[in-house]
């Protein structure tokens, strides 16, 4: 077995479980703003980082390609450059994502959301997929969190268990349910089985389908620490929109 990891960087805790009247200033610090677009530009680029720093959310997401520019961007602002590994088939070599990892914190990057290898899991081959996250890891050094994508929806519930366990041996700061490219995405039920996998030990991120308010409410308190999202803005002004219904 990979022994667990010493010097991982912890993830940041946030109040769970959580009232139903939260402030647009709590909610946004659950938020990772995200823009995985294969034809994301500059200027879409430039709008998600100018957002997030209105907003208050606590990190833009972003493609390796973009992640340089997004910490320049955000220099000096209170939002965290973010950008995806492996992404978002995670197959590929254990030593490619651990090099693009090393390269992605070079250029700024403090917290990295890396997919796992999936059909290691589909395989029951768990020394695999912990060695995987491990060895992002080790990469990083420190110098982010990382989060480790299972894509609940290819696995059973026996196998998201499983593959959450390993993330948290191999040191990950984060489980996160999806990629948001197959479909579907996040539901209260796999947070709720992640985070009774977990404990409190790490962190859980809902990704994939949050688009509103009630949605992203229901995934925290479930369980989730960190909700992953494109509809960022439309999700905090459901908060207007759900106190001008009830006065």
Sequence with gaps: MVAPLRGALKWEALPWP??????????????DHTCLKPDATRGMIDSVCQEATEYGFKSVCVNPIWI???????????????????????????????????????????????????????????????SDVAAVVTAVSGRAVVKAIIEVRLLTDAEKIRACICAKEAGAGFVKTSTGFLGGGATV????????????????????????????????????????????????????????AET
Excluded at 18 to 31: F, V
Excluded at 108 to 117: F, H, P, Q, S, T
Excluded at 201 to 216: E, F, P, Q
Aim: include cysteine; charged fraction near 20%; charge should be neutral.
């Design 18 to 31: 959580i009232k139903n009247n939260m402030t647009k200033d709590e909610l946004s610090k659950y938020i």
């Design 68 to 130: 340089r520019h997004v910490a320049e961007k955000l220099e000096g602002a209170p939002v965290l450059p973010c950008c995806v590994v492996g992404f978002p088939l995670g197959a590929g070599l254990t030593s490619i994502k651990a090099l693009e990892a090393a390269e992605c914190c070079a250029l700024g990057a403090k917290e990295i959301d890396m997919v796992i290898n999936i059909g290691a899991a589909k395989a029951q081959d768990w020394e695999g997929v912990m």
């Design 189 to 244: 039920s796999d947070v709720r089985l992640m985070r009774s996998a977990v404990g409190d030990a790490i962190g859980v991120k809902a990704s994939g389908g949050i688009r509103s308010y009630n949605d992203a409410i229901a995934m925290i308190q479930a369980g989730a620490n960190r909700i992953g999202c494109s509809a960022s803005i439309a999700i905090i002004n459901g908060i207007d929109r759900r106190h001008n």
